[in-house]
C-alpha cells in the first residue's frame, strides 16, 4: 500500500479572511471549495493545502514548504501584501524564512532544500 497524496490541514478561525490570507500567500484562488468550512489549494503535483474552520485549533499549525527560490519567493509574497521573515541560514546551505498567518499558524519557506543530506 502506497500514500497517493498528501494533504496539510490548517485549522483557522475565520474562513473569509484566512481565505483571502491564502489566496496571496499561494498566488491564486483557491483550486477547490468543497464545502463552507474547507478550501484547498494543489501546491504540488501530490500535495495540497487545505484550511480548515476549526477555531479552538487555529493557530497550532507548523507547516513547510521547499520553494525553488528563496528570496524571489520572499519578494513575491511582498508584492502580495505579505512579509515574510528575515532569511536566516540553518545549515548545510539551507535557508528559511517564517510567515505566520492570522490565526498564529506558522509556515516555514525553506530554500536549498534536499532530500538527502
Not at 490541514?9 to 484562488?29: D, K
Amino acid at each position: 500500500m502506497a500514500i497517493d497524496q498528501l494533504l496539510a490541514v490548517v485549522p483557522v478561525s475565520n474562513m473569509t479572511t484566512a481565505q483571502e490570507w491564502y489566496e496571496r500567500l499561494i498566488g491564486h484562488p483557491e483550486d477547490n471549495h468543497p464545502m463552507d468550512t474547507l478550501c484547498e489549494w494543489k501546491v504540488s503535483t501530490r500535495g495540497w493545502l487545505q484550511i480548515s474552520l476549526d477555531p479552538e485549533r487555529a493557530g497550532s499549525s507548523l507547516l513547510n514548504f521547499a520553494v525553488d527560490d528563496l528570496d524571489q519567493h520572499v519578494h513575491d509574497l511582498k508584492e502580495r501584501g505579505l512579509v515574510s521573515g528575515n532569511i536566516e541560514t540553518a545549515n548545510k546551505g539551507v535557508r528559511l524564512s517564517t510567515i505566520v498567518d492570522l490565526d498564529g499558524n506558522r509556515i516555514t519557506f525553506i530554500g536549498g532544500f534536499r532530500n538527502v543530506y
